[in-house]
C-alpha cells in the first residue's frame, strides 16, 4: 500500500506545485471527514484558479467553503441554509476575511445578473438539485465569457455509490446518519459520460476530468 500510494502521489503532486506560488498544504490524514483528500484536492483546484482580480462564486458553500483560503479575491458564498451561512460568517471573522458576501439562496435561482463571475465552484451539489439543467444555465448565465467552473459530484461507477443509489432510501439515509454526516436527499447519481454530456448541452466545455476511488488514490 505503502508502494502505490508514493506512486499516486508523483503523477499529481509535481503538476499542482509548478504552478502553484501559493504554497498550498494538501492534507492526507484520515481525520473527521469522509474524504479529506478528495476534499482538499478540490480546494487545491480552485485555489489554483484564481487570480487576484477574479470574482468567485461557491454554489453550495457549506460551513467548510475553499473560499475560506482565497484572502486575496473578493468572493460570494451561497447556500440554501441560513444557518450554515452564519457558521461560516463566524469562520470568516476569527480569519479577519472581509471580501466574503452571503447569500441564502437556490442553486437553480441564482439572484445574479449576467457575466458577473470569473470562477464558480461546486462541491458535491449537483446530485441534491431538482433540476440540473436549470442549475446548470443559471450557472453558465451568471459566469463572464471564458470562465471556469471547478464541480464535484459523486460518481455512479464508485462501487459504494452504486450501492447507495440501488439499496432503498431508509437504509442509505440510515447508513450515512451513523456516518456523522448531514444528510441532503439525493436525486441522482451520475457518471463521467452523463456529466460531460450535460455540461456540454448547458453551454459548458470540459477540459480536465476526475474519478477518484477510495482515498487516497485518483
Same mark, same amino acid.
Given at each position: 500500500?505503502?508502494?502505490?500510494?508514493?506512486?499516486?502521489?508523483?503523477?499529481?503532486?509535481?503538476?499542482?506545485?509548478?504552478?502553484?506560488?501559493?504554497?498550498?498544504?494538501?492534507?492526507?490524514?484520515?481525520?473527521?471527514?469522509?474524504?479529506?483528500?478528495?476534499?482538499?484536492?478540490?480546494?487545491?483546484?480552485?485555489?489554483?484558479?484564481?487570480?487576484?482580480?477574479?470574482?468567485?462564486?461557491?454554489?453550495?458553500?457549506?460551513?467548510?467553503?475553499?473560499?475560506?483560503?482565497?484572502?486575496?479575491?473578493?468572493?460570494?458564498?451561497?447556500?440554501?441554509?441560513?444557518?450554515?451561512?452564519?457558521?461560516?460568517?463566524?469562520?470568516?471573522?476569527?480569519?479577519?476575511?472581509?471580501? @466574503?458576501?452571503?447569500?441564502?439562496? %437556490?442553486?437553480?435561482?441564482?439572484?445574479? +445578473?449576467? *457575466?458577473? !463571475?470569473? &470562477? /464558480?465552484?461546486?462541491?458535491?451539489?449537483?446530485?441534491?438539485?431538482?433540476?440540473?439543467?436549470?442549475?446548470?444555465?443559471?450557472?453558465?448565465?451568471?459566469?463572464?465569457?471564458?470562465?471556469?467552473?471547478?464541480?464535484?459530484?459523486?460518481?455512479?461507477?464508485?462501487?459504494?455509490?452504486?450501492?447507495?443509489?440501488?439499496?432503498?432510501?431508509?437504509?442509505?439515509?440510515?447508513? @450515512?446518519?451513523?456516518?456523522?454526516? %448531514?444528510?441532503?436527499?439525493?436525486?441522482? +447519481?451520475? *457518471?463521467? !459520460?452523463? &456529466? /460531460?454530456?450535460?455540461l456540454a448541452k448547458n453551454c459548458l466545455m470540459v477540459k480536465r476530468l476526475l474519478?477518484?476511488?477510495?482515498?487516497?488514490?485518483?
Amino acid at each position: 500500500m505503502r508502494l502505490q500510494w508514493k506512486r499516486a502521489r508523483k503523477i499529481w503532486w509535481p503538476e499542482l506545485h509548478a504552478s502553484n506560488a501559493r504554497n498550498l498544504k494538501l492534507h492526507f490524514s484520515f481525520g473527521r471527514h469522509r474524504y479529506p483528500f478528495y476534499y482538499h484536492f478540490f480546494e487545491s483546484q480552485v485555489i489554483l484558479a484564481v487570480g487576484e482580480k477574479d470574482f468567485i462564486l461557491d454554489v453550495g458553500c457549506g460551513a467548510n467553503s475553499p473560499i475560506l483560503r482565497l484572502h486575496f479575491a473578493f468572493s460570494v458564498a451561497l447556500d440554501i441554509q441560513r444557518l450554515t451561512l452564519k457558521k461560516l460568517s463566524l469562520r470568516c471573522g476569527k480569519l479577519d476575511l472581509k471580501r @466574503i458576501s452571503f447569500v441564502v439562496a %437556490s442553486a437553480s435561482n441564482l439572484p445574479f +445578473r449576467e *457575466n458577473v !463571475f470569473d &470562477v /464558480v465552484a461546486m462541491r458535491d451539489v449537483l446530485e441534491h438539485v431538482d433540476d440540473i439543467d436549470g442549475t446548470l444555465q443559471e450557472i453558465a448565465y451568471s459566469m463572464k465569457k471564458g470562465g471556469k467552473i471547478i464541480m464535484t459530484t459523486s460518481n455512479l461507477f464508485n462501487p459504494i455509490m452504486l450501492c447507495d443509489n440501488v439499496s432503498p432510501k431508509v437504509i442509505s439515509q440510515a447508513i @450515512i446518519k451513523k456516518m456523522g454526516v %448531514s444528510y441532503y436527499e439525493r436525486k441522482k +447519481r451520475l *457518471n463521467p !459520460f452523463s &456529466v /460531460v454530456q450535460i455540461l456540454a448541452k448547458n453551454c459548458l466545455m470540459v477540459k480536465r476530468l476526475l474519478m477518484f476511488s477510495i482515498p487516497p488514490f485518483i
